[in-house]
């Protein structure tokens, strides 16, 4: 049964997770070994990434690689689009606790952060979206081309070196109070450490050698993690600056259809900022969501309730005129 969604408020203006206007925007800034780690988990991957021609063309690419890195890929970016994104930061639909504590488990192993720090950004991020305080805005330097270019690198990739992190205390104070999820969270480094092994250990248990280990380890640990880095990244600063517009948003989100597949549907961002709490965001025909579908199997397994989906009358006065 479809369930019409509220008005264009994110969940952050809800009444469990409103954030205290008095409290500043960013909280504790990170230590120097925080830091680094950033770097590494950025760096490394897109230097295997930059490494994949003399890899492709000499040896150590098979089928089983190739297997192995869509499968991780797919576990990854669905806890992140469904878990992390959808369900944690917009409260889209409503999930059983083991489906909450494995969507922050297979969010955490795409390695884009904790989920109480992703969370807090993303929510950050449409409370001030294109404005002041918005954490990845491609249009923070202005309009003319090289104001541009700069917002187009901060928005993509740069806005992950800020030291500055997120106030969770005034963003995430709903999953602050849920002992469980802060455990999941707190556990981040178990779950990077699984998300690059897994992928080794299985590569050399299904060719049962030691190059399966080191490609397994290469193609479904690096280069998936930089590949999902920078889908992810997309969404930040391409869907802010090329693309249709055919709803009516606050801010610049718009639709960039290429990116519709590996981001799972993430990449209809212009509805998503025009109603942040549907739990589709392609919703036009030939508009594919991956994550809208697999919120739908939740729901029909009885594991998710309460998913907010969109009605014709709901998005008929979202779109322009």
């Not at 000499?58 to 297997?67: K, M, P, R, S, Y």
């Not at 212009?270 to 942040?276: E, K, R, V």
């Not at 994550?291 to 006065?317: K, M, Q």
């Amino acid at each position: 049964m479809s369930v019409e969604a509220p008005d264009v408020v994110p969940p952050e203006s809800d009444s469990a997770s409103t954030p205290d206007r008095a409290r500043p925007v960013t909280g504790q800034r990170r230590s120097g070994w925080q830091q680094g780690l950033v770097w590494a988990f950025v760096v490394i991957p897109m230097l295997a990434l930059l490494g994949t021609v003399p890899v492709v063309w000499g040896w150590g690419l098979g089928w089983w690689d190739l297997a192995i890195a869509a499968v991780f890929y797919t576990v990854g970016i669905l806890g992140v689009t469904v878990g992390y994104h959808r369900h944690f930061t917009h409260g889209s639909f409503k999930a059983r606790r083991w489906l909450r504590v494995t969507l922050a488990i297979t969010g955490s192993m795409a390695i884009q952060g904790s989920m109480m720090a992703w969370v807090a950004d993303h929510r950050r991020h449409h409370a001030y979206s294109d404005k002041e305080g918005d954490p990845h805005s491609p249009w923070r330097y202005g309009t003319t081309p090289l104001a541009v270019a700069r917002g187009f690198f901060w928005a993509h990739v740069g806005w992950v070196f800020d030291r500055d992190k997120t106030n969770w205390e005034r963003f995430i104070p709903d999953l602050l109070a849920d002992r469980a999820l802060r455990r999941v969270s707190g556990l981040f480094g178990l779950w990077v450490t699984a998300s690059l092994v897994l992928p080794a250990a299985l590569g050399g248990l299904l060719t049962w050698s030691w190059a399966g280990v080191l490609t397994g380890f290469f193609w479904g640990g690096l280069v998936r993690m930089a590949v999902c880095h920078h889908v992810t990244w997309s969404i930040n600063s391409i869907c802010h600056m090329v693309g249709a517009r055919p709803f009516r948003s606050r801010d610049r989100s718009r639709n960039f259809w290429p990116l519709a597949v590996l981001s799972m549907g993430e990449s209809w961002h212009n509805l998503h900022h025009a109603d942040p709490t549907c739990a589709r965001h392609g919703v036009l025909p030939g508009q594919i969501d991956i994550s809208a579908r697999v919120i739908w199997f939740f729901e029909r397994f009885g594991w998710a309730w309460d998913v907010r989906w969109p009605t014709t009358r709901r998005l008929d006065r979202l779109k322009r005129v």
